[in-house]
């Protein structure tokens, strides 16, 4: 049987199984930590810092930190707010997100939170970078240009073998997360569909199969992103 | 001296135009331009990306009009997934965007005829500014007002529940459209919430603002038979039996006598018909078809157009004014500017039946949505939006990114139209002009009204038309430019 541990959340006292995730256990607890490169069931990485909380007053990223006895965890106060602000608006100056004609639109994480943050325009230097369509594969289309590089697709999405069927390419600033030509060559449509899904923005997208979901029924259309946990 | 006037801007069709008139030392218009000086670039940078995309990218041309470039992007990529030109798509499908169209041909057409022309109308085109305005209109007419903003309503509900929302939606999608209507929206727009937004009411008001515009005629025939009056061919899609329809059909024309000059014609040709000019000092090209030459081969399209092109209106109430609209000019095309808004407003009432007949249409809750068959590699889809034929063009590579696209928008095809309209009135306003009034700038504008909405926006939203006017001398160098400071103009040239 599992064993639970107390720990408190904004003051409040919660528990949750030992070892337990932190943005889960929150979750449990009715209080939403905003995650763009964390995803159910694939192992955390930690990457776009949006969950960012103070453990014992010390910034963590909740999606790695697990749960402790008597940790003090606080999620909501007015740096970490303007902080998780500042990281979507880095996002969109960081890529080209034209959400008027993306597919992804309305079911969008990033949007999401630029609506939950309210992001009119990004106060950052929009970098415009030159980026690629890569529309080679039969099944899927991976736009760099909307691309967050959270990695859920290399770590979520892998084959009948159990290979990743994303890789990186390039290195530094100039790093690109592409279709493995090898990996990806049979995928079958349920797979395609599951890596599009599992991409938080519309940076892979199945091909032939655009915009069929129509306004009203998309995912945030009537309520913001986190407002199942807490409003 | 010869004096050069420049109108700048004459606000937004798809961004800014101005008109440049040119006088000579006698005073005669030597010259007289409409320039179309922005360049948007959408041909260019729908390339390179999923075709799919296309109805949804393209659309943000237009506030006013997207439906039409959403409904003619769509068409074309049926073509490409295989799915017919124009015919082949789910009963459902196809109604569902007919509907979605008459909606947009209604709120537009409301907006066009009430909003921007019908303060000329209703004070005159050399009234004082600060009434000659749609406020103006609420202030004379406080019953017409409220129609137009409820019409312009109903349509953009009618848009709304066909597209996912009232400006830039998502239903057409390639092979048909990603949502049919629910009873309880049908049931909405068909009778209303009580209120006066249902089909029969937008029918009736239709019939209502026809009796303005005929009584208006009835006590101002000159003015309107008169202004900016030239002889012109006419293209439009006509359905196959000749009926006019705004959706789909082959492309017709007809010269100033309403001989064919263009018969019936599949528009996936459309290239083999038509060439474009260009002109070194507009951003627009200049469209003609190609059997007459540039010279003779340049047409008008929308509503007036459309009526000269069509046999017949398929709805019964417009078809009725139709023929009253036919018998004014003999059964003869009719080339009189302002009659446009006659024009204008029976398509307000073919739009209203259209609708009313959609909503009875059971197919309009169907569930099959979609239909795909052998991917070709281009497409052409065309439309008849609200101010007049539109093109759209697209060939797509086997990776299903966008090679190449062309756009023809209605503004376009009307370039030497409205070019021709600015000329005609500057002529008969201008030439030997002692004092060169607001309302004469003005009268110039209202000539473009009758074509494109978009060009006048600005102006009525805030009274004062947003002009420049600039004096250059005889070798082009400015002598004096002057900014119109409030409601009167003032004449300030140094001769």
Redesign the interface.
């Known amino acids: 049987m599992a064993s639970f541990v107390r720990f408190t959340l904004d003051g409040k006292t919660c528990l949750a199984e030992e070892g337990a995730q932190l943005v889960a256990a929150a979750k449990e607890s009715g209080v939403y930590i905003p995650t763009l490169c964390n995803y159910p069931g694939i192992p955390p990485k930690g990457a776009c810092r949006i969950c960012t909380v103070l453990v014992n007053g010390i910034p963590q990223t909740a999606c790695t930190t697990k749960v402790v006895e008597g940790m003090a965890v606080q999620t909501r106060t007015p740096e970490l707010e303007a902080f998780r602000k500042s990281v979507v608006e880095i996002l969109f100056a960081e890529g080209n997100h034209l959400c008027?004609?993306c597919?992804r639109s309305g079911n969008c994480e990033l949007q999401a939170l630029a609506y939950r943050y309210r992001v009119a325009a990004s106060p950052f230097p929009y970098m415009f970078p030159k980026r690629e369509?890569e529309?080679?594969h039969p099944k899927l289309?991976k736009d760099h240009n909307r691309c967050i590089q959270c990695k859920r697709c290399i770590r979520g999405i892998h084959n009948a073998d159990g290979k990743a069927v994303f890789a990186f390419g390039k290195r530094g600033d100039k790093v690109v997360i592409n279709i493995d030509p090898e990996t990806s060559k049979d995928i079958s449509d349920e797979l395609a569909q599951r890596a599009m899904d599992i991409c938080p923005v519309g940076a892979i997208?199945r091909?032939?199969?655009?915009?069929?979901?129509?306004?009203?029924?998309r995912k945030y259309d009537h309520a913001p992103i986190g407002s199942e946990v807490q409003p | 001296m010869t004096r050069k006037i420049v109108i700048e801007p004459i606000t937004r069709v798809e961004g800014h135009g101005k008109v440049t008139i040119q006088l000579d030392d006698a005073g005669n218009v030597a010259q007289s331009r409409l320039h179309i000086v922005e360049f948007r670039g959408f041909e260019r940078f729908v390339q390179g990306r999923p075709y799919w995309e296309a109805p949804v990218l393209v659309q943000r041309l237009c506030g006013i009009c997207p439906v039409s470039h959403h409904l003619a992007a769509a068409k074309a990529m049926d073509v490409v997934v295989g799915a017919g030109t124009g015919d082949g798509l789910t009963p459902t499908a196809e109604k569902i965007r007919r509907l979605m169209h008459y909606g947009q041909i209604f709120q537009s057409h409301s907006l066009h005829f009430f909003h921007l022309a019908s303060p000329d109308l209703l004070f005159g085109y050399d009234s004082d500014p600060a009434i000659r305005n749609v406020v103006g209109v609420a202030l004379a007419n406080r019953e017409l007002a409220t129609q137009a903003i409820l019409m312009r309503k109903y349509g953009q509900e009618v848009i709304a529940a066909t597209a996912g929302k009232k400006i830039h939606g998502t239903g057409a999608i390639p092979g048909g459209v990603n949502k049919s209507l629910s009873a309880e929206e049908r049931d909405r727009l068909l009778k209303g919430d009580g209120g006066p937004l249902n089909a029969d009411h937008m029918v009736a008001w239709a019939q209502g603002a026809l009796a303005f515009f005929k009584d208006y005629y009835k006590k101002h025939k000159a003015f309107i038979d008169g202004f900016s009056r030239f002889p012109s061919n006419h293209l439009s899609l006509v359905r196959k039996d000749g009926a006019l329809d705004l959706y789909h059909g082959v492309l017709r024309a007809v010269d100033a006598e309403g001989r064919r000059i263009l018969n019936d014609v599949d528009y996936q040709e459309y290239l083999e018909h038509f060439r474009e000019e260009v002109r070194s000092w507009s951003y627009m090209k200049f469209p003609f078809l190609k059997a007459l030459g540039k010279e003779n081969g340049w047409y008008r399209v929308g509503p007036l157009a459309r009526l000269n092109v069509a046999d017949f209106v398929p709805t019964p109430l417009a078809q009725r004014e139709f023929e009253a609209f036919k018998a004014a000019t003999g059964g003869k095309p009719n080339d009189m500017c302002m009659h446009t808004h006659w024009a204008r407003l029976i398509e307000v009432l073919h739009a209203a039946e259209s609708m009313r007949d959609l909503l009875r249409d059971p197919d309009i809750l169907g569930n099959r949505l979609i239909v795909k068959g052998k991917r070709q590699a281009e497409g052409v889809g065309i439309i008849e939006a609200p101010r007049g034929t539109l093109i759209h063009h697209f060939a797509v590579g086997e990776d299903d990114l966008i090679k190449m696209a062309n756009l023809i928008v209605s503004t376009t095809h009307n370039n030497e139209p409205m070019n021709r309209a600015v000329n005609c009135v500057a002529r008969a306003m201008l030439t030997k002009a002692k004092e060169i009034t607001e309302g004469m700038l003005n009268a110039i504008e209202v000539a473009i009204r009758a074509y494109d909405p978009c060009l006048s926006c600005a102006t009525h939203a805030y009274g004062q038309m947003p002009l420049e006017v600039s004096l250059f001398d005889s070798r082009g160098r400015l002598v004096s430019r002057r900014r119109k400071p409030n409601r009167r103009f003032r004449q300030d040239l140094q001769d």
């Open positions: 008027p004609s597919e369509v529309a080679w289309v997208i091909k032939g199969k655009g915009f069929d979901v129509p306004i009203g029924r």
